[in-house]
């Protein structure tokens, strides 16, 4: 497994990062996995060597992570949890109560990286003035070690409240929606990321139109008649199988998730399921080489121009 510098949180993070969230939930969500298998999941990730774990208050996963953490030792992992910013309970108040909370159920003293989780742009300058302060407090306590924000992708396709938060010189960790299908976060938040010497954390990377062929089609096809896309540029009867077969890639998600991997000023990318299999075969993706130059540039000429789409 590769390790990286989380920017200037100067810690050493799995390049593949365990995601509690998404659709899985560790196989919580719809009940897949019995809370004993999900424990046995994260921690066959982590003897794989992945040392990055992020869960939130809202995915009702932390007690498993925490259960799991407690298996191995503390130190030598990273814990990324968040704070919702619902609001009934997104107050200062209601912040410290979900930390006490979230440490509890994660049966830590202090969490690593502290998320306000999916600000949106109307909620930045209240975040600012009344949330920070009361995170720089935890912090100076010890609860916490860095800060971080994450976005709401399906909701801000434009980076809207990153490029906001990039003003100001106060968060240690940002998440990012960023894959092939949208790669439009590389100038406007990455770049800076990288100035500024930011950590990130990459959503995203693979979500339904990377997983499922006849979502993938529906994507294209509605990039085409929006204009993003040029149909030359892509073989409809089967979406991208081209780019794959082409390239030493066994797989669309393995090409999605190397491709993430590459991008400049990246650092963990994120990755959940709830299936020891599909486990196995997206630790391999993340160890194995770097993808051609020319797949890497095929995959950035063909979805330069999108900006309506998530992947989700």
């Known amino acids: 497994m590769e390790y990286r510098t989380l920017g200037r949180t100067g810690l050493s993070v799995s390049v593949m990062g365990w995601g509690a ?21 994260l921690l066959e990730g982590f003897d794989a060597g ?26 030598k992992f990273v814990i990324s949890t968040k704070k919702s910013t619902r609001k009934e309970k997104f107050t200062p108040e209601g ?7 979230s440490l509890w159920r994660l049966q830590t003293d202090y969490i690593d990286i502290y998320h306000i989780h999916g600000l949106r742009h109307d909620d930045y300058d209240y975040c600012l003035n009344e949330i920070v ?8 306590q010890g609860k916490i070690r860095y800060i971080g924000v994450t976005e709401a992708f399906n909701s801000d396709l434009n980076h809207d409240m990153l490029q906001r938060a990039l003003q100001d010189d106060i968060w240690d960790v940002m998440m990012i929606g960023f894959n092939f299908l949208n790669q439009s976060a590389r100038e406007t938040v ?26 993938l ?4 096809n509605t990039l085409i008649d929006s204009g993003e896309i040029d149909s030359a540029d892509i073989d409809l009867s089967a979406p991208l199988m081209e780019v794959v077969e082409n390239s030493d890639a066994v797989s669309l998600p393995d090409l999605a998730y190397r491709f993430c991997r590459e991008e400049a000023g990246t650092h963990v990318i994120l990755s959940g399921t709830s299936n020891p299999k599909h486990l196995r075969d997206n630790i391999a993706s993340f160890k194995r080489d770097i993808l051609a ?3 890497i540039e095929q995959l950035k ?6 900006r309506s789409v998530t992947g989700e």
Do not use: W
């Open 190 to 215: 990455l770049q800076p990321c990288i100035e500024k010497n930011i950590g990130t954390l990459i959503m995203f990377a693979v979500r339904r139109a990377l997983s499922r062929p006849e979502k």
């Open 95 to 101: 912040t410290i109560q979900s930390l006490e909370d």
């Open 21 to 41: 969230g998404g659709p899985a939930r560790l196989g919580q969500r719809d009940n897949i996995n019995t809370e004993s298998e999900s424990v046995d999941l």
């Open 301 to 306: 000429h063909i979805f330069r121009n999108v």
């Open 133 to 140: 302060p009361v995170l720089n407090k935890m912090r100076e």
């Open 217 to 220: 089609s529906e994507a294209i």
């Open 50 to 75: 992945v040392n990055f774990v992020d869960t939130a208050e809202v995915y009702g996963t932390e007690d498993i992570v925490g259960k799991a953490i407690q298996q191995r030792d503390r130190d």
């Open 293 to 295: 130059d020319a797949t």
